[in-house]
């Protein structure tokens, strides 16, 4: 297979990029069949069934394509108003700010990066308010600060308030 997939290389480097294969070409052919049989190996069978009976591996991944990028507006939407509707409640600020970043990867993923400062107002947004003091100090940054730093930050707070919790709670006793 790895034989082949050099000499695909080989011969795709020499073609345009949407060229059709070589008429009557046995070892375009041959390669082509590896591939779509690699593709065709490696995905579900639902989405096997849905690309059935394409005649070239360059079909097959077209269609896969086609697939995924065809509710790409939808899901970039969706995900949007699932990222200005995140709240922490109760869960660490680990969890939440893990959250924050996994839609916003998933952003990223349907074509619709978001800004590290995007992401930190979604953050923002949704803190639980004993973050607040933390929140104002993010908000008013004179350098911009990234998502990981504001995650820091929040950590940090997190983490000295447990502390103060506990020697509280050690004290009263």
Known sequence: MLQHLGALAALASTSEPDAAAPPGDPTWRLLDLDIKSWILATISDELKAMVKGKPS???????????????????????????????????????????????????????????????????????????????????????????????????QDETMEKSADRLTSNTAL
Request: positive net charge; proline residues 2%.
């Open 57 to 155: 591996a360059r079909d097959v991944w077209a269609a896969i394509e086609a697939i995924f990028t065809g509710n790409q507006r939808a899901r970039q939407m969706q995900l949007t108003t699932v990222l200005l509707h995140q709240v922490q409640g109760n869960q660490p600020v680990a969890s939440y700010c893990g959250r924050i970043k996994a839609i916003g990867d998933a952003l990223a993923d349907v074509a619709l990066p978001q800004s590290d400062d995007a992401l930190i107002v979604a953050l923002i947004r949704g803190l639980h308010a004993r973050h607040k003091m933390t929140a104002k100090i993010i908000q008013r940054e004179a350098a911009t600060i990234s998502f990981a730093e504001a995650q820091n930050m929040l950590v």
